[in-house]
Nanobody
């Protein structure tokens, strides 16, 4: 099994920055995709950003140019650097890990969630 532990959430003013961390442990597959979802009150869960084990990234349009996802494979950790934060970025952020099972991606783990609150 894989376990993901998140940290780095908090309260920040609009225009500020936060960095979220998601550390993986357990049966970690070397070939995987990790990323971040967020859930805001009254809104659908949104896929924010993804990064493959090879370093390829994708971002939601709403965060392009402001957020950066990265990973440190030696530390089995993925990060989400969030700059120029807006109140609409408020929500609970969840990291995840997908692994390949015979070439098919499966959701191997979810983080516990970390609250990000951006005040205006």
């Amino acid at each position: 099994q894989v376990q993901l532990v998140e940290s780095g959430g908090g309260l920040v003013q609009a225009g500020g920055s936060l960095r979220l961390s998601c550390a993986a442990s357990g049966s970690i597959f070397s070939i995987n995709t990790m990323g971040w979802y967020r859930q805001a009150p009254g809104k659908q869960r949104e896929l924010v950003a993804t990064v493959t084990s090879g370093g390829s990234t994708n971002y939601a349009d709403s965060v392009k140019g402001r957020f950066t996802i990265s990973r440190d494979n030696a530390k089995n950790t993925v990060y989400l650097q969030m700059n120029s934060l807006k109140p609409e970025d408020t929500g609970v952020y969840y990291c995840y890990l997908d692994r390949l099972d015979r070439g098919y991606p499966i959701r191997a783990a979810w983080g516990q969630g970390t609250q990000v609150t951006v005040s205006s």
